[in-house]
């Protein structure tokens, strides 16, 4: 008895004792399957990947604890899934076919550690030959090919299926829709990356600052974003391209997986250079330390070093796991970051209204770069990293280009400091309860109370008239290149204007004077002639780019263009339902909201009704209510490099398009003439002379256009 109530007693306790760590099975299920919906299909990513990876490591322990718990849903058995789902929060996509695969997409196992590359090397068979490759940073994608036709472009999905993107694929111009060689299999499929390169995402997320709009935090979430896009013209302006490294069918060419790519790129497909066969660790751990720099040199984003073993036969050999392959494993590059001492935090205001904390850093150099500031986003994000003044910061590129704070070691005092202190235009400001370092309840800049919408993280102010920041940026919005585009009338230049108090609206700019302009420092009769011809230049500006140069909080520059299509003038679109804006594509109701809410505000109407006066294009012409003008350009893809005297380069996009035309961005076999100006891209020029494709001057494209 005595001996059966001690065995009872030891049970309980070790169920005690297991209890938390099932709990945290549980719990890390949980919070991986939200992670991987908003990585994959959000695009929206809460954790870094090596948060990530290790939490995986830790549930995978756990499983193997209790495989009592075992569950063929748990993230540790399937690979994350990118399939478009209908109203799913957030996204705006048309709903893609999906499509079975031919062949399961799974996912690489992987690690950050030398050490454990070194032991997976030597457990394979000897004198195995091992295909490293660069791990690109993109979105995956399976092409089908029969008769040398491209037929399918899916994402990998959940690796049984994924979504059909084919439409938005044929924009990218290193993919090639048709092969026309007598060698190739009847059917095959190529796996590889759609990438958006790093010139590519910088300008997006410019753009995308320049709205105000959330940022992407790296160029995969662009790129995943921009592959499900409604419209393959929005798609074909970001500029994707895609790398592509693996070759899979029947009958197919060769017996080593190397041969195989380096078939594909004889058949036109684009393979990377930075391919080596090793045969040996030493051979691998060179490739990886070699790379670990030399990436920082690529026109595109990396974040590891694949290893493959070469042989096919071998590859069978090895087989599968539930979801990832045996024969090939990813060693990930470690994020660069430092730690250093946050100075102090200060507060910028857009022209929305929007308030961000912004770091001050200690200077440090990550990624060759000097980094002195970083964004702290809103007052969610400083909270949950409770960081103030006087802390030491980690620091790290996301991407390896944003610089971000990632978490704080034990505040180290800096005795320059008091704690918790704050920019000095702040000290008589009241700040939040709650907060260790405080965030401003009043606007930093004209001391308006600010406001919080509901379900934004963002705090504004809504002193949109007289808060010094939003005045002067909605300025510099109106005149910027792809709104009103005039010239002469700089951030500097619009700060001058403000303060002597000629500027206080965009209206006030067609009120300007010769004598006014020329009286100011560092301008004169001359700077205020061309200032001034510039401003009458504006008043022929079409339609929909005046309507994106309102500035109407959320209506960027190719939703303006759907707007103003739908709408032909600001009379139909003051009257417009928001059932009716939201029947837009690219229009939801919080952009709907936003546009009605302007025609509400009676000194906006005041603006426009003066800018009407002033003679700005408030309707669209009949010719730009014409979708296709003609067909002269169906079927080319036309690249436009340099600078333009009879029309600026968005309106000879517009050409292009008007005439059935596709605006490319980069040069390849595909492009059918680069309509060239003056100071054309050198590399442009380069490319084009190798491959053989025509330059058009300016007069010969007009006179193309115009033939009978």
């Not at 001391?447 to 509901?454: I, K, Y």
Request: with cysteine; charged share 30%.
């Amino acid at each position: 008895m005595t001996k059966y109530k001690v065995q009872r007693c030891k049970v309980d306790l070790f169920s005690e004792i297991e209890e938390p760590e099932r709990e945290e099975l549980k719990a890390l299920r949980r919070e991986l399957e939200e992670a991987n919906y908003k990585y994959y299909v959000l695009n929206m990513p809460t954790l870094s990947d090596r948060e990530f990876d290790e939490k995986m490591r830790r549930l995978q322990d756990l499983e193997a604890m209790f495989p009592d718990m075992y569950d063929p849903k748990s993230p540790t058995q399937h690979v994350g899934s990118d399939l478009q789902r209908d109203n799913v929060q957030g996204t705006k996509g048309k709903n893609f076919e999906q499509v079975k695969h031919k062949y399961p997409m799974l996912s690489l196992a992987n690690t950050y550690s030398r050490e454990e590359i070194e032991e997976w090397v030597r457990k394979l068979p000897q004198d195995v030959e091992i295909v490293c490759e660069l791990k690109y940073d993109g979105l995956s994608i399976s092409l089908w090919y029969e008769k040398g036709r491209l037929v399918r472009a899916l994402t990998r999905g959940d690796g049984q299926q994924g979504d059909d993107v084919i439409d938005n694929i044929r924009t990218i111009p290193s993919i090639p829709w048709r092969i026309e060689r007598n060698d190739i299999p009847d059917s095959f499929e190529l796996r590889g990356e759609v990438l958006l390169p790093w010139e590519r995402f910088e300008a997006l997320n410019k753009e995308r600052e320049e709205q105000e709009e959330p940022l992407f935090a790296n160029p995969r979430n662009a790129a995943s974003g921009t592959l499900k896009l409604q419209d393959p013209r929005e798609v074909a302006r970001r500029g994707l391209d895609a790398y592509l490294y693996y070759m899979i069918g029947e009958d197919l060419p060769g017996t080593t997986h190397f041969e195989r790519l380096e078939t594909a790129k004889e058949w036109g497909f684009h393979i990377s250079d930075a391919i080596q066969v090793c045969h040996s660790v030493d051979e691998v751990m060179a490739y990886i330390a070699y790379w670990d720099t030399e990436r920082k040199n690529l026109p595109v984003a990396t974040d590891g070093i694949v290893l493959k073993v070469n042989n096919l036969a071998q590859q069978d050999e090895l087989g599968y796991t539930a979801k990832t392959p045996r024969w090939a494993i990813a060693y990930k590059f470690p994020a660069e970051k430092q730690l250093t001492l946050l100075k102090e935090i200060t507060y910028q205001v857009g022209r929305t209204g929007v308030v961000t904390p912004v770091a001050n850093l200690e200077p440090i150099q990550l990624s060759g770069t000097i980094v002195q500031r970083a964004t702290l986003h809103n007052e969610d994000f400083i909270r949950s990293l409770d960081i103030r003044p006087g802390d030491r910061v980690w620091v790290e590129k996301g991407g390896e280009i944003i610089p971000k704070i990632t978490g704080k070691e034990e505040p180290t005092p800096d005795p320059s400091l008091k704690g918790g202190e704050l920019d000095s235009r702040q000290d008589t400001l009241p700040l939040r309860e709650g907060l260790g370092v405080g965030f401003p309840t009043h606007c930093p800049e004209c001391g308006a109370e600010l406001v919080r919408v509901e379900g934004e993280a963002a705090w504004r102010c809504p002193n949109e008239a007289g808060c010094p920041p939003q005045i002067k940026g909605k300025i510099e919005h109106f005149v910027s290149r792809k709104a009103m585009n005039i010239d002469g009338l700089g951030e500097e230049t619009i700060d001058l204007f403000y303060q002597k108090g000629l500027l206080h609206n965009i209206a006030d700019i067609y009120d300007l004077r010769l004598e006014d302009i020329a009286a100011q420092e560092r301008l004169g009769e001359k700077s205020a002639q061309n200032m001034l011809a510039g401003i009458e230049a504006s008043k022929q500006v079409p339609w929909s780019r005046v309507l994106f140069a309102l500035g109407i909080r959320m209506v960027g520059e190719t939703t303006a263009k759907k707007i103003a299509k739908r709408f032909t003038s600001i009379d139909t679109l003051q009257w417009a339902t928001a059932e009716q804006l939201c029947a837009i594509e690219d229009v939801g109701p919080q952009i709907a909201e936003n546009i009605m809410r302007y025609f509400e505000d009676i000194r906006n109407l005041e603006i426009l009704a003066r800018l009407r006066e002033a003679g700005l294009q408030m309707e669209a012409a009949v010719s730009d209510q014409l979708s296709v003008v003609s067909d002269k350009l169906a079927g080319m893809s036309i690249v436009i490099s340099g600078t333009f005297s009879h029309h600026s380069r968005d309106e000879y996009k517009a050409l292009i398009e008007a005439h059935g035309g596709k605006n490319v961005g980069s040069v390849s076999k595909k492009t059918s003439f680069i309509l060239a100006g003056e100071n054309m891209g050198p590399e442009k020029r380069k490319k084009a002379e190798e491959l053989g494709i025509r330059l058009l001057s300016e007069d010969e494209f007009l006179e193309l256009i115009v033939e009978s």
